[in-house]
């Protein structure tokens, strides 16, 4: 465990104050309410029992979800090891009992069976220009380990050890970019899931990642919610 931590911020979500840094943002915070949006939508009066945030950074996304009462339980998987140490403090500082937090790269080291899987995995198979404007990325250190996924590895390998972590029934829901989709839904098919459904994350027309001075990056690529099942849809 590192001795210091840099804090930059805390992002609210009700009664849940997550702790982020520059170097640990993943943008997450511009899906929660979508993400909240689409279980209202599509599981209304759902709660999951055990749900994943996969890639979790600092766990905007399940932090967010669990304070939300979308879930009774949240793990939250990242390999960054400041990211991870984030989300022990604001687990321990907010009292959460029901959320665990696991430093590890992908997801063969996890027991559990998940009825839910959320995440928002980086979204690159290979270097893509950091987008144009004052962008919240510190480096680009920072935005290669946040956006890219070097030929789909990652997800390559979550798709084959994820199977036998699924309850029956399991939703995975995906935040995935318009321009990568054919290339991950092939992944995905090769290793036996396929795409169920696919929607712009964003409502609206405005369904574009924004910069932090709030300008769409249209050049970018749009958000896109994805829902995988195993076998066919
Ligand atoms: C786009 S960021 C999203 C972070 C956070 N979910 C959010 O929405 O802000 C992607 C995250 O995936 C993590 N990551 C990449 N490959 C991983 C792997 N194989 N296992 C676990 N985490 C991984 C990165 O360290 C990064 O924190």
């Excluded at 893509?128 to 956006?147: C, M």
Aim: proline content about 3%; some cysteine; aromatic content about 12%.
């Amino acid at each position: 465990m590192k001795q210091f931590l840099d804090i930059n911020w805390t992002y609210k979500v009700n009664d849940t104050h997550i702790y982020w840094s520059k170097e640990t943002n993943g943008g997450g915070t511009q899906y929660i309410q979508a993400y909240f949006d689409y279980f209202k939508k599509y599981h209304p009066n759902k709660t999951f029992n055990h749900a994943l945030d996969w890639c979790s950074g600092v766990g905007f996304l399940g932090l967010g979800m669990l304070a939300c009462d979308v879930c009774n339980h949240i793990t939250l998987l990242e390999k960054f090891e400041p990211a991870c140490d984030l989300m022990h403090k604001t687990i321990k500082d907010n009292n959460i009992d029901n959320a665990t937090a696991v430093h590890n790269d992908n997801v063969a080291i996890l027991k559990d069976n998940y009825d839910l899987i959320i995440g928002n995995p980086p979204q690159f198979r290979q270097y893509h220009y950091l987008p144009t404007g004052d962008v919240q990325f510190n480096s680009k250190e920072d935005w290669i380990r946040l956006a890219i996924d070097k030929n789909w590895n990652a997800h390559r390998e979550f798709f084959t050890n994820i199977k036998n972590k699924m309850a029956p029934d399991c939703v995975i829901l995906l935040t995935e970019n318009s321009a990568s989709i054919n290339s991950i839904s092939q992944v995905a098919q090769e290793c036996g899931f396929a795409v169920k459904n696919k929607h712009f994350a964003m409502s609206g027309p405005d369904h574009y990642a924004r910069d932090r001075k709030g300008a769409a990056m249209k050049d970018w690529g749009e958000i896109l919610f994805v829902e995988f099942v195993l076998g066919t849809p």
